[in-house]
């Protein structure tokens, strides 16, 4: 199994031509890279004016931390202007104000550089008992007033449509999905974000799921009758799949349009970490909410994992849960990278420096996260302490303890992307009408090797992580089609191709 480690302080000589009687060549010190991250949510104050957005970049830069990853939708809504949904109802954003362009005017202009990631909420869309105001919102459009096709909300094995305050899109309706990854795409096209941020992106538990167009599309793909049980392996599979349709169509399109974005996730770590491959099948990401980040590392649809490690210090039981989980993530990289991602408001100051001191360490096979990403910005300790405290305690010697941001860092390269090695692959299955196709089995071939993938709702395949090169590519004989695609494929680029079924 490869891992990527993270780069480590290296020094090195400078070179130079020594006179005689002259000194030694001076020693140039490379320097320290690792993520250092807040995340910055929208449900409180910290991007949405000018006064907010520049407090944010100079408690960020004394911080010693390189970037920031703040909620721009928060629930269907828009907290920037070019936006494909209607902005935000939050009265405490500026009339007219463009958060996100203005951070990254802040962000990227001025020493030292901060890295904006535009963070999405992925699937809910609406948490209030009352309407949007806008006719145009995705709730009002196709919510519980929705009809048929039209319905693109989660519904659970009980029938309700609502998960706590939240309503979500069912990721197995097509239509729901294509909108959502829209959302993300629009982002890329439109900013010059550093990466965009994929939150909330799985299913609220295993009861949930039950969109009647997804549950046509899971009887027709595999033949089962009925309403199937929420525990059922089948069905938690299939929608497992949905989840990993949605990942995959978010980043090839995205890095088809800029290859050097980096697409990030925060990712579910629950309870006690897994040790094996076997326990982590068993834990909550994989089985109760059907979000396999493990597998969109190893299959290379996420470039970095940021797991909600949102454990309390001072609780042992939960102590030993976080120390499992940053484990299995420092070994489990798969040459992509991890940051930990401490829950600092529900620690003391000297609670969320152990917790970091930790995630920094390597682990006992020797491998590193690429850093830490701390939530959050607004809520920095469970005591009431100022962020300034918190943010001295970052860098500075204190009665909290020592430092953990004592030297400046700068996020860790990522070489599949600055020197790519392999290139991908994305397309659509049509049939003679022009019509998409749903669970069209492809086989992708180069060689004695063979990749098997399979097209979502809409037709759409993918696959990333190949080697460049001529690759043949035609629909599983089940499909009832011979045709074969030539497709060539180059290192750092997303080759594009239409499989039209006769």
Avoid: C
Wanted: charged fraction near 25%; aromatic fraction near 10%.
């Amino acid at each position: 199994m490869k891992r990527w480690m993270a780069w480590l302080t290296v020094t090195v000589l400078a070179v130079s031509s020594m006179p005689a009687g002259g000194t030694a060549p001076v020693a140039a010190v490379e320097p320290k890279r690792e993520i250092r991250a807040f995340w910055v949510d929208a449900f409180h104050d910290g991007f949405k004016t000018r006064e907010q957005v520049d407090q944010l970049m100079r408690d960020v830069r004394r911080s010693k931390a390189n970037t920031v990853i703040v909620q721009v939708r928060r629930r269907g809504d828009a907290y920037f202007n070019k936006a494909l949904e209607p902005r935000t109802e939050d009265p405490t954003l500026s009339a007219g104000f463009d958060a996100l362009d203005y951070l990254l005017q802040q962000a990227h202009s001025e020493t030292p550089r901060i890295e904006v990631h535009a963070w999405l909420a992925t699937l809910p869309i609406w948490n209030s008992a009352t309407p949007p105001k806008s006719p145009d919102h995705v709730f009002n459009r196709h919510g519980p007033g929705a009809k048929g096709r039209e319905y693109w909300l989660m519904d659970s094995y009980a029938g309700e449509n609502r998960s706590g305050a939240d309503y979500v899109l069912d990721p197995g309706h097509p239509d729901a999905l294509d909108y959502t990854v829209d959302q993300y795409v629009n982002v890329v096209k439109q900013y010059p974000v550093d990466g965009i941020h994929l939150d909330l992106v799985r299913y609220m538990g295993e009861e949930w799921g039950y969109n009647p167009v997804s549950l046509e599309r899971y009887r027709k793909q595999t033949g089962a009758e009925g309403r199937p049980n929420p525990g059922d392996a089948g069905w938690k599979e299939w929608r497992r799949k949905q989840v990993d349709h949605l990942m995959r169509k978010v980043y090839l399109k995205s890095i088809a349009i800029r290859p050097d974005l980096k697409v990030s996730a925060a990712v579910i770590a629950w309870g006690k970490g897994p040790q094996t491959l076997e326990e982590y099948r068993r834990s909550a990401p994989y089985s109760q909410v059907m979000q396999n980040w493990d597998g969109w590392l190893s299959e290379g649809i996420l470039d970095l994992a940021l797991p909600m490690n949102y454990d309390r210090e001072h609780v042992e039981e939960q102590r030993a849960w976080y120390d499992l989980w940053i484990d299995w993530e420092k070994d489990h990289q798969y040459n992509r990278q991890i940051a930990a991602g401490p829950g600092i408001y529900l620690n003391s100051i000297s609670g969320s420096l152990a917790q970091i001191t930790r995630a920094q360490a390597p682990s006992a096979a020797g491998h590193r996260l690429a850093g830490v990403s701390l939530y959050s910005y607004a809520e920095t300790n469970k005591d009431g302490a100022s962020r300034e405290d918190f943010l001295t305690a970052l860098t500075e010697p204190t009665s909290h303890g020592e430092p953990v941001f004592a030297e400046p860092a700068l996020p860790p390269e990522m070489p599949w992307k600055t020197r790519p090695q392999a290139g991908a692959l994305m397309g659509q299955v049509q049939d003679s009408d022009g019509n998409t196709l749903d669970g069209i089995t492809l086989q992708l071939r180069r060689g004695n090797r063979v990749h098997t993938l399979q097209t979502d709702g809409h037709g759409f395949f993918g696959k990333a992580e190949l080697a460049p090169g001529l690759y043949t590519l035609k629909p599983d004989r089940s499909s009832g089609s011979s045709r074969t695609h030539a497709v060539r494929v180059v290192a750092g680029e997303v080759a594009e191709v239409k499989v039209q079924m006769k």
